[in-house]
């Protein structure tokens, strides 16, 4: 399976293991003999995208279960990484589409002017606690026989997973993936600056 395919399977595999979480094992996934990556500070930047005119974007309190979860309802996702962050990565100009609704969650989706195909997808998966965002990590991974790799100084938990950073702040979780990363850099070191300035964003 290529790249960008499992990217799109991120997203359904997301749906199915927010379903099985609530009925499978609800202990956290098992750290032991991973690595922790530990970041620097989260950058800080007050730049952001503007929603869209035409239609009232999803927010944490119209995905999920309603924003009942913590301080994070109400965020437009498509603030989170703005078209300048997007073209700072694929090194070109670069534009997004949404946020809009997948089943329960919410996608932006940033692609380049040169029609290289290249794509980075951040989901707002809507309001969480701890022990689900944690569950939900275990089920995906499990699905894909993957073990996810902690990462500190992203939101208040972190993980890189199935070429994927998956962060819980505030009461919600979130994800950046992408297509192959440019300059031939890998999948980690490329998506951790993003998944930061989001994490920086989400009030």
Same mark, same amino acid.
């Given at each position: +399976?290529?790249?960008?395919?499992?990217?799109?399977?991120?997203?359904?595999?997301?749906?199915?293991a927010?379903?099985?979480?609530?009925?499978?094992?609800?202990?956290?996934?098992?750290?032991?003999?991973?690595?922790?990556?530990?970041?620097?500070a989260?950058?800080?930047?007050?730049?952001?995208?503007?929603?869209?005119?035409?239609?009232?974007?999803?927010?944490? *309190?119209?995905?999920?279960? @309603?924003?009942?979860?913590?301080?994070?309802?109400?965020?437009?996702p498509?603030?989170?990484?703005?078209?300048?962050?997007?073209?700072a990565y694929f090194?070109?100009?670069?534009k997004?589409? @949404?946020?809009?609704?997948?089943?329960?969650?919410? #996608?932006v989706?940033y692609?380049?002017?040169?029609?290289?195909?290249?794509?980075?997808?951040?989901t +707002?998966? @809507?309001s969480?606690?701890?022990?689900?965002? *944690?569950?939900?990590?275990?089920?995906? #991974?499990?699905?894909?026989? *993957? *073990?996810?790799?902690?990462?500190?100084?992203?939101?208040?938990?972190?993980?890189?997973?199935?070429?994927t950073?998956r962060?819980?702040?505030?009461?919600?979780?979130y994800?950046?993936?992408?297509?192959?990363?440019?300059?031939?850099?890998?999948? +980690?070191?490329?998506?951790?600056?993003?998944?930061?300035? +989001?994490?920086?964003?989400?009030?």
């Open positions: +399976m290529d790249r960008r395919t499992m990217a799109v399977c991120l997203v359904l595999i997301a749906v199915l927010a379903t099985a979480v609530g009925c499978g094992d609800s202990s956290p996934a098992d750290g032991a003999g991973t690595t922790v990556v530990t970041t620097g989260q950058p800080s930047t007050d730049s952001t995208a503007p929603p869209s005119e035409d239609s009232t974007p999803p927010t944490a *309190e119209t995905a999920g279960d @309603g924003g009942q979860g913590g301080s994070s309802a109400g965020v437009d498509s603030t989170l990484l703005t078209d300048e962050d997007a073209a090194g070109v100009p670069a997004h589409e @949404g946020p809009a609704a997948v089943g329960p969650f919410a #996608n989706t692609s380049p002017a040169d029609g290289s195909g290249q794509l980075i997808i951040i +707002m998966l @809507g969480d606690t701890l022990e689900t965002f *944690e569950n939900q990590v275990k089920v995906e #991974n499990e699905a894909f026989g *993957e *073990e996810p790799q902690p990462i500190e100084g992203i939101g208040e938990k972190a993980y890189f997973t199935i070429s950073v962060f819980f702040k505030n009461g919600a979780s994800q950046v993936t992408a297509s192959n990363p440019p300059n031939g850099e890998d999948f +980690m070191t490329a998506l951790i600056p993003l998944a930061q300035k +989001m994490a920086s964003r989400v009030p």
